[in-house]
């Protein structure tokens, strides 16, 4: 009895080991997949179904990468992402996502509409063999700037496939990432983006309107304990001499 | 800065500049290696600009957008058997362009402000046409520095 009782116990613990390996193993064909932006769900790709909820965010970090690459005919290829004036749209895509199908026919409209008229599209691929050349290369719009290059997925941290990373060149700074169902969502969220981002750089460069100036002046006069019944502060100018500058031309 | 370096051919990319190293289009064969020379002739594309994806070898298609602040360099490979010619008889990557070397002229399709030069060499045994050209040949001498300076970081194995 009692070697009954061990070898079933034996037995319990080596399912339960079999068990754990079959479940670490379906995890871990998840997560490549799911690298690979390929979803098990029925509409698949990193968005999920048309009308879900989507996402943008701006990157902890904010800085942005040039490209390096293969283009889809196999040239190695740098692209100018950083350093440039205009904005650069990044649409990471695979030709094996579906939810990825959309975009690749909303960029094939020879009329796209870009979120603003300075963007230049690139649409970037992971290296082979996790994307196939020849299947990406057919999906990529006459036109459309493409590239494979995996060091790009990584740069701007993709979690997968559709995922999209405007690009300010002039900056060299991150406008906004993030995913959505369809192009019109993503364009819309990336305009709105751009418009929150272009206020924070105006703002940044002091390019705000008399009334944000009057009050960062009177901010900054209050904490040096200058009020607005300060004598300074309505004090006549000076005629006689002093601090009134002279006109030299006076003096010939 | 970035390296490219393919079909014996490597060139430093600085921030702000595009390339592309490719195979001649009328050459063209399946890349199992990209790295290893031989595969065909070369031509390599570079630009302070972002370069248009259909360009013909000399890049006349990126001439067509290039602004007056545009440098372009087209590095075009002959066949080996031309090392030998008077045209290819100078030695080593000409990096050591003059601003009056541009002329206006020497554009294939000339395009209004611009100026373009064109420079027969061969190096490591390959034979090469280096087609530089400018936006403005009234600005020559700063765009001139700027060619230069990406020739540089040419290298030819």
Partial sequence: ?252 | MHRLSAYGIGLDVPTGWEAELSLQQNLKKTVADPAAPGDGLVVLHAANFWLPNERDDYGSEALEIMAPTGVFIALVEFDPGAVGSLLFEHHGIPADLQPDDFDPNALRRPMRGQAGLQRFFHAAGRAFCLHAAIGSYKHRHPLTQEANSILLGLTIE
């Fill in chain 1, 1 to 252: 009895m009692a070697l009954a009782l061990v070898l079933l116990s034996c037995a319990v613990a080596v399912l339960a080991l079999l068990v754990f390996g079959l479940l670490r193993s379906h995890a871990e064909i998840i997560r490549a997949l799911h690298r690979a932006g390929i979803s098990l769900e029925e509409s698949g790709g990193h968005a999920g179904r048309p009308g879900a909820p989507v996402e943008l965010h701006s990157p902890p970090d904010g800085a942005a990468h040039d490209i390096v690459g293969v283009s889809p005919g196999g040239s190695p290829t740098k692209i100018s992402v950083t350093g440039v004036r205009g904005l650069t749209l990044l649409a990471f895509l695979s030709s094996g996502c579906r939810t990825c199908e959309t975009f690749w026919t909303a960029f094939a409209e020879p009329d796209l509409d870009l979120p603003d008229p300075r963007t230049r599209l690139v649409i970037v691929g992971q290296d082979a063999p996790v994307e196939s050349e020849t299947a990406f290369a057919e999906l990529v719009p006459p036109g459309v700037k493409a590239v494979l290059s995996s060091a790009a997925w990584q740069d701007y941290d993709v979690p997968g496939s559709p995922y999209f990373a405007l690009v300010d060149g002039t900056n060299n700074r991150l406008v906004g990432s993030g995913t959505a169902a369809n192009w019109d969502q993503m364009r819309n969220m990336l305009r709105t983006a751009l418009g929150d981002y272009l206020l924070e750089t105006e703002a940044e460069r002091g390019m705000t309107s008399g009334r944000d100036r009057e009050r960062r002046a009177d901010q900054a006069l209050a904490a040096a304990g200058i009020g607005r019944d300060h004598p300074s502060v309505n004090q006549e100018p000076s005629t006689s001499d002093g601090d009134t500058p002279r006109n030299p031309s006076a003096e010939q």
